[in-house]
């Protein structure tokens, strides 16, 4: 896990990814550490870590300054070799990554322990702003009840597609939280704006 800097964020990169049958998880946590020497040295990045699922999948998480730089960041370090031997290790076709461009103002980064993402798309009769209101509503009124929790936004994956990314202290908490989430009225209300059959819930927590 690595700071770059204490900027704003504007988007969060979420790839997730399996490490190849042969690689250890020592072998992939002392990648790491040598890809995050690299992006240290990376313009409009601002935070890094590496987390895991349940389901042994790993993602990189990476906040940024713009969308652009993320973007940009394979062509600027890919061919050095931290980076080529990180991406060794990882299973090609397991890649999957997505850009979370951030829907709230001067979002500052906490040092993340876990991430709980939600995925979803808003239904045809709601518009974003009942979405980015509804999310405010979350936190001020359920979220902030938790001392468990450390951020809260709205990401926009692509024109109707969204995510709600909670960053948090510890697992167990959270998980905790999550139960209570379909009881409370504030969180009801993204429920009934979200189409169901879109809806992906995991949990992820810090190992690097």
């Not at 993602?59 to 890919?78: M, P, R, Y």
């Given at each position: 896990?690595?700071?770059?800097?204490?900027?704003?964020?504007?988007?969060?990169?979420?790839?997730?990814?399996?490490?190849?049958?042969?690689?250890?998880?020592?072998?992939?946590?002392?990648?790491?550490?040598?890809?995050?020497?690299?992006?240290?040295?990376?313009?409009?990045?601002?935070?890094?870590?590496?987390?895991?699922?349940?389901?042994?999948?790993?993602?990189?998480?990476?906040?940024?300054?713009?969308?652009?730089?993320?973007?940009d960041l394979e062509n600027h370090i890919g061919d050095l070799p931290e980076v080529k031997n990180?991406?060794?290790?990882?299973?090609?076709?397991?890649?999957?990554?997505?850009?979370?461009?951030?829907?709230?103002?001067?979002?500052?980064?906490?040092?993340?322990?876990?991430?709980?993402?939600?995925?979803?798309?808003?239904?045809?009769?709601?518009?974003?702003y009942d979405l980015l209101q509804i999310s405010q509503n979350i936190e001020e009124q359920y979220?902030?009840?938790?001392?468990?929790?450390?951020?809260?936004f709205i990401g926009r994956i692509n024109a109707n597609t969204f995510s709600e990314i909670t960053?948090?202290?510890?697992?167990?908490?959270?998980?905790?939280?999550?139960?209570?989430?379909?009881?409370?009225?504030?969180?009801?209300?993204?429920?009934?704006?979200?189409?169901?059959?879109?809806?992906?819930?995991?949990?992820?927590?810090?190992?690097?």
């Amino acid at each position: 896990m690595i700071r770059i800097n204490n900027h704003s964020a504007k988007v969060m990169e979420f790839t997730r990814f399996r490490k190849k049958k042969d690689v250890s998880d020592d072998e992939l946590l002392l990648a790491v550490l040598k890809f995050e020497t690299t992006l240290s040295l990376q313009q409009g990045l601002v935070f890094h870590c590496l987390v895991r699922n349940y389901d042994n999948e790993y993602a990189n998480v990476l906040f940024s300054e713009s969308i652009q730089c993320l973007k940009d960041l394979e062509n600027h370090i890919g061919d050095l070799p931290e980076v080529k031997n990180f991406f060794n290790l990882i299973e090609p076709k397991s890649v999957q990554v997505e850009y979370h461009e951030i829907q709230k103002e001067s979002f500052q980064v906490p040092d993340v322990s876990c991430v709980e993402r939600g995925i979803f798309s808003i239904r045809v009769d709601h518009h974003v702003y009942d979405l980015l209101q509804i999310s405010q509503n979350i936190e001020e009124q359920y979220l902030n009840m938790f001392d468990n929790t450390q951020a809260h936004f709205i990401g926009r994956i692509n024109a109707n597609t969204f995510s709600e990314i909670t960053l948090v202290k510890t697992l167990g908490a959270t998980k905790k939280t999550c139960m209570g989430y379909l009881d409370d009225p504030s969180c009801q209300e993204l429920l009934a704006i979200a189409d169901q059959d879109s809806m992906e819930l995991d949990f992820w927590y810090l190992i690097a």
